[in-house]
């Protein structure tokens, strides 16, 4: 089992060309750091780890690699990523991810000894700030209900979810099929960020937040479009340029429907 | 004269087979429960039966309704109703432990994790019924409202706080609600001041914020010090706990 724990510290992101033994790296998701995953499936992790089917193994491998690995952050992480997803043209280092050869493979670095790393705590705070802030709005307008605020939340997740598949569908058509789906997940809740700003707008100057909403989607999509550029170059096959060129553009124009929708907050289901 | 019906002669199991006659009907005017279960030394379930009337349950299990008997000095076979629990503690509520735990909340400065180390949530759904009374009182039926609010919260802050807590994070379900449960103590006390303060100011919104900031401090100290592995993500779980209660001051202010 300690060799397991060990396993469990880094993430699942392979390299290409390395095909991780997937027999051991069920055994580390399974046997890895959180008790909610060890809880929450039960009889039904134990059935799923304990399984030898191979193809059962490698898909969860494929589509969740390690969590714990997302939320191994600090303080100064979270400050520092913070004024880089809202000022990236601000970022004056390189934007690769550090990669260490760990028993015997390359894996990137835990977001709390690399800036550029993706976590899951800042999407998820920041999601959950912007729920707090609509409701804020929708008071301040008179609409607020929790009914309404439930159907914030539930946009917001479906929004969240589009771009997150979105971005995946997009490297997997190009690239090698091999960007995690949590780093997707990570990426695309960045934008919420931008997103809050942008409802803090709304919340103080009633007219000129669309300055403000025009400002934080060029960096949001800046900041998109530079680590997915990063993802991939390194990992897609073929190097069409036009092709990734055009994708970029896409991607950094991607935020800019999300945040405008999204920060007029109304109480209706949809709209 | 007694044999204008036929009557069957019905047998009691314990009085042997009275001969049909003036007996049976003493016998039969005798109030009884309607059913009575069999309550039997040899049954194997404890079944707690209450006696309804003077007579005596009888011993032996026999046909459904066989029913006490009138004149029956026979000793009930289950649970007499001294021997059982206190109904309290039964069910596991401890209204001192609760009040303790409460008034521990009241002090924002000091967090006492001692008193909260069992974790328990008759004191939670105590305080869940007083804000939902105090925001009926504001003209608010949020029952099933905040009582969702509080499963989602206590869910994500147990996410949260495990995840960040990575190896030796050990915080459980129960403890997490029962904490974020009785934290609301200042969110209660928020809603019934907030009857008072008038609507749409800027001092209903400084209210709510020390409030909000007493409950979050509270939360954030007894989750430290309850669980492991919380110490260095302090302050990360702090925004945490800061965006439950704005969510629940929300449902209060507007």
Redesign the interface.
């Known amino acids: 089992m300690s060799t397991d ?1 060990n396993l ?1 510290f880094q993430s699942g992101v392979p390299i290409p060309g390395l095909n991780p033994p997937s027999n051991q790296f069920g055994n580390a998701f399974c046997g890895a ?4 995953i060890r ?1 929450g499936l039960g009889a039904y992790g134990k059935r799923i780890c304990g399984s030898s089917s191979q193809y059962v193994q490698s898909n969860i491998i494929k589509c969740f690699s390690d ?2 690995y ?6 100064h992480y ?1 400050r520092n990523k913070l004024k880089i997803i809202l000022f990236p043209f601000l970022h004056r280092g390189h934007w690769t991810r550090i990669t260490e050869p760990i028993g015997g493979r390359l894996s990137y670095n835990p977001p709390i000894n690399d800036i550029n790393a993706p976590d ?2 800042i999407p ?2 920041t999601f ?2 912007y ?2 802030l609509a ?2 709005s ?2 301040l307008s008179g609409k ?1 209900s ?1 009914e309404a ?1 439930n159907w914030q939340f539930v946009k917001g997740m479906a929004s969240w979810l589009f771009q997150a598949m979105l971005l995946k569908a997009s490297l997997t058509s190009l690239g090698g099929g091999e960007a995690p789906l949590l780093d997707m997940i990570a990426y695309a809740g960045y934008t919420f960020t931008g997103l809050c700003v942008a409802v803090v707008g709304r919340i103080t100057l009633s007219y000129a937040y669309y300055l403000i909403v025009i400002w934080t989607s060029m960096c949001s999509g800046i900041f998109l479009a530079k680590t997915i550029k990063l993802t991939l170059y390194a990992e897609a096959r073929s190097y069409d340029v036009t092709i990734h060129n055009y994708l970029l553009l896409g991607i950094a124009f991607s935020p800019f429907p999300f945040i405008f929708c999204l920060s007029n907050p109304t109480g209706n289901w949809i709209s | 004269m007694t044999k204008e019906f036929a009557v069957p002669p019905v047998v009691f199991p314990s009085g042997g087979n009275p001969s049909a006659g003036s007996n049976n009907i003493q016998q039969r005017r005798v109030a009884t429960a309607p059913f009575q279960p069999p309550r039997s030394s040899t049954s194997s379930i404890p079944f707690m039966s209450f006696d309804i009337g003077s007579a005596a349950a009888s011993s032996s299990s026999g046909p459904l309704f066989g029913g006490p008997i009138g004149s029956g000095g026979s000793v009930p076979g289950g649970t007499s109703f001294e021997d059982e629990e206190p109904l309290l503690d039964e069910l596991g509520i401890h209204p001192d432990q609760i009040w303790r735990k409460t008034k521990s909340i009241l002090n924002p400065f000091r967090a006492n994790p001692a008193v909260h180390k069992d974790s328990d949530l008759s004191g939670p759904i105590l305080l869940y019924m007083s804000l939902c009374l105090f925001q009926l009182l504001a003209g608010k039926i ?1 029952f099933g ?1 905040i009582l969702g ?1 509080i499963v989602v919260s206590s869910i ?1 802050l ?3 706080f ?3 807590a ?2 030796n ?5 129960h403890r997490c609600t029962s904490v974020v449960g009785y934290c609301l103590l200042p969110v209660v006390i928020l809603s019934a001041a907030s009857l008072f303060v008038p609507q749409g100011g800027t001092f209903r919104f400084a209210v709510a914020g020390v409030f909000v900031l007493w409950a979050t401090r509270v939360c954030t100290a007894l989750m430290v010090a309850l669980a492991d592995g919380g110490d ?2 302090r ?2 779980i702090a ?2 706990c800061f ?1 439950i209660y ?2 629940f001051s ?2 209060v ?2």
């Not at chain 1, 997302?70 to 303080?75: G, I, L, P, R, T």
């Not at chain 2, 994070?169 to 379900?173: A, H, P, Q, R």
């Open positions: 724990e469990g750091g959180s008790g909610l809880e969590p714990q997302y939320f191994q952050v600090n303080a979270v899951l705590y998820f705070m959950a700030t729920l707090v409701g804020i929708l008071g607020f929790p605020l | 949020q409202v609010w994500f147990y996410v949260v495990n995840m960040l990575g190896r994070g050990n915080l459980d379900l260095e993500h302050g990360l925004y945490a965006l704005t969510l929300l449902l202010i507007f």
